[in-house]
């Protein structure tokens, strides 16, 4: 079975630019979160989403947003870039409402110049 | 969710068993210990997660003690593969999925 994919792999974008990463999860998993990590830290949650649902939002601006598509993918948006948001971007899914486990892709990575 | 406190490094003989250990003081009487490893460049990958008893899976054993303010990771039989960040985090299972990663144990496996 695939695990949960990301697209795309890399991106560099410029400062005031908007971004839009994409997640699928796993076959049959309801829940997708998102979470940045920036070099040297541990990931940082974004957002969380359960059947097409916001469910979880941490201490991120405004300027980021997501969504969860009926196929239950995902997409997160950046707008206005900073410089600060150059980090590397995890989606997760998960199979039910008690997260035990969570299935993290392999990331997008964002720099932003 | 409770604080954690992990060592930032350890090393470890690859074929040797690696001990990780978490402090979790202030841990409630509802809250599970997960683990979870970063391999460099990719993303987390959960290991085992437990309540009060000791459990083992095919990736490792979590010993949690008694009092349940502390707790170890055990990877029996280390490689070079298990080099990576282990980060330990307690939460309520149903706190929504928002998990805490911390910095967590910069585990290096040695030949």
């Known amino acids: 079975d695939a695990g949960v994919t990301q697209s795309p792999t890399h991106l560099i974008k410029t400062r005031g630019q908007h971004v839009t990463l994409r997640c699928s999860p796993i076959s049959g998993h309801k829940s997708v979160s998102w979470y940045q990590q920036v070099l040297g830290q541990g990931p940082q949650f974004i957002f969380q989403y359960y059947e097409k649902e916001e469910r979880g939002r941490g201490n991120f601006p405004d300027r980021f947003s997501a969504r969860q598509f009926p196929n239950y993918s995902s997409e997160l948006n950046v707008n206005a870039l900073l410089l600060g948001d150059s980090a590397l971007y995890l989606c997760?899914?998960?199979?039910?409402?008690?997260?035990?486990?969570?299935?993290f892709g392999p990331g997008t990575r964002l720099t932003v110049t | 969710d409770a604080k954690t406190t992990q060592p930032p490094s350890m090393d470890c003989a690859e074929g040797r068993a690696a001990n990780l250990p978490c402090n979790h003081s202030?841990?409630?009487?509802?809250?599970?210990v997960y683990w979870y490893r970063q391999i460099h460049s990719q993303g987390p990958q959960y290991i085992i997660h437990?309540?009060?008893n000791n459990e083992t899976n095919e990736m490792a054993s979590l010993i949690i003690t008694e009092d349940r303010k502390s707790s170890t990771l055990i990877l029996p039989h280390a490689t070079l593969r298990d080099t990576a960040v282990y980060y330990c985090?307690?939460?309520?299972?149903?706190?929504?999925?928002?998990?805490?990663f911390g910095k967590g144990t910069s585990l290096l496996v040695t030949p």
């Open positions: 997760a899914s998960s199979p039910g409402q008690i997260p035990y486990e969570q299935y």
């Open positions: 202030t841990i409630s009487g509802n809250e599970y």
């Open positions: 985090i307690v939460r309520l299972p149903n706190s929504g999925y928002a998990l805490n």
């Open positions: 437990g309540l009060k």
